[in-house]
């Protein structure tokens, strides 16, 4: 009887760790991209801050729409030469959202248009 409650114990915990899976348990809504089309993406990002540096928004929303191409560019996920040149353009970026926030916009042109040309020639590392 013993041994019947040891087995039956065993096969209930082995059915119940079986009954799901960890995908299940994993972040819904969550898109992975491949690190091109993760490039692309924070290009388009930074295409969008450099329309509305042109259209003469207000720089709490260029500040925005740099932070919005910073948070994109998190999704990069390659090797290491690649995450050294990832994260030198996002210094360029944080470096664009001061000079955004403090109201320098000229100055934040010419580092997203730098940091835009550093993350495009990022694709060829790949």
Known sequence: MKISKKILLALFIAASAGSFSSVSIAEEGRTTFSPSV?????AKDIDTALAAITAKKDNDIVAGLIKDAKDTSKEINASDKV?????????????????????????AEDTLKKAKADFLALKSIL
């Open 38 to 42: 993760a490039i692309d993406n924070v």
């Open 83 to 107: 995450a050294f040149g990832v994260n030198k353009a996002r210094n360029l970026l944080k470096n664009a959202l001061a000079e955004a926030k403090n109201g320098d916009l000229v100055t």
